[in-house]
């Protein structure tokens, strides 16, 4: 059986618009999410001009991390039922790396962002954070019918 050249390509083209829509949806969340925080934080332009930076860098290094988990750990935990207790053990202790190492990061964010904004202000950003994630969760489970 010969296929047509043309169907080969709509696989692929299929593939490129998911992509590329996923794409669009994280920039659409990131940016809502920017200017949820700068609403909630009330920064001054001074403290904007700092810690944008911290806060850019932080998220492209929890970003790695996901990635890192995905890539890592999380075709293996599928499969946990199948491995032999010295591959769990491995698994939890590749984890629990990755746990300790996510840990430090928060920490060291934290401290840069106590030197550029307040206390107070800092824990507003972390309050923000979670009311920002609470929101984006409702939105989700209202667009798939409150599921």
């Known amino acids: ?32 999410k920017v200017a949820f925080l700068t609403e909630r934080l009330d920064l001054s332009s001074q403290e904007a001009q700092l810690f944008w930076p911290i806060y850019n860098e932080h ?14 750990m999380a075709s293996r935990w ?5 491995l032999s207790a010295q591959e769990a053990d491995k698994l939890l202790d590749e ?9 430090e990061a928060n920490k060291q964010y934290l401290n840069k962002v106590r030197k550029v904004l307040s206390a107070k202000k800092t824990l507003l950003l972390i309050k923000a954070e979670e009311d920002f994630k609470k929101r984006l969760l409702q ?9």
């Open 1 to 32: 059986m010969i296929l047509n050249k043309k169907f080969i390509w709509i696989p692929i083209l299929l593939m490129a618009v998911f992509v590329q829509a996923q794409d669009n949806a994280r920039d659409k969340v990131k940016t809502y």
């Open 59 to 72: 998220e492209e290094r929890m970003e790695a991390f996901r990635q890192k988990e995905r890539r890592q």
């Open 78 to 82: 599928m499969d946990a039922s199948e």
């Open 95 to 103: 984890l629990m790396a990755l746990q300790t190492e996510k840990l």
């Open 139 to 147: 939105q989700f489970r209202k667009r798939r019918g409150g599921r």
